[in-house]
C-alpha cells in the first residue's frame, strides 16, 4: 500500500504563485514515475505534468506548459509542482498520483492516488 498526501493548495489572485507537495509513504519512492493531475467541475481528470522515476525525464501538459514546474525530492519522498502565473482556468482540484512503473502518462498508469487539494484562482 501507498500513502499520497498533497498540501499547498489555495486561493491566490491571478498572475501569482502556490507550491503544492506531494509525500509519499509505504512504498518505494524513487523508482516510481510520478504526476499530477487536476480536474476542475464538470471536466474531465487532466494530467498537468509528470516525472520519471529518476527525475530526469518530465512532461507538462500545453495549457501549464512554461508556467509550471514539477520537482521530487527523492530523500524526503517528496513530489512539488511550482505553479507561476496561474490564471483563473488553473482552478481544480489537483491530485498527486503514482504510479507502478518509471513513467506516468495517463491514468491508465496510476496505481495510487492521493485525497486531493483544492487550487482557487481569482480573476
Known amino acids: 500500500q501507498v500513502q499520497l498526501v498533497e498540501s499547498g493548495g489555495g486561493l491566490v489572485q491571478a498572475g501569482g504563485s502556490l507550491r503544492l507537495s506531494c509525500a509519499a509513504s509505504?512504498?518505494?519512492?524513487?523508482?516510481?514515475?510520478m504526476g499530477w493531475f487536476r480536474q476542475a467541475p464538470g471536466k474531465e481528470r487532466e494530467l498537468v505534468a509528470s516525472?520519471?522515476?529518476?527525475?530526469?525525464?518530465?512532461y507538462y501538459a500545453d495549457s501549464v506548459k512554461g508556467r509550471f514546474t514539477i520537482s521530487r525530492d527523492n530523500a524526503k519522498n517528496t513530489v512539488y509542482l511550482q505553479m507561476d502565473s496561474l490564471k483563473p482556468d488553473d482552478t481544480a482540484v489537483y491530485y498527486c498520483a503514482a504510479a507502478q512503473r518509471p513513467w506516468v502518462r495517463s491514468q491508465d498508469d496510476v496505481a495510487y492516488w492521493g485525497q486531493g487539494t483544492q487550487v482557487t484562482v481569482s480573476s
Open positions: 516525472i520519471s522515476w529518476s527525475g530526469g525525464n518530465t
Open positions: 509505504g512504498r518505494t519512492f524513487s523508482s516510481s514515475g
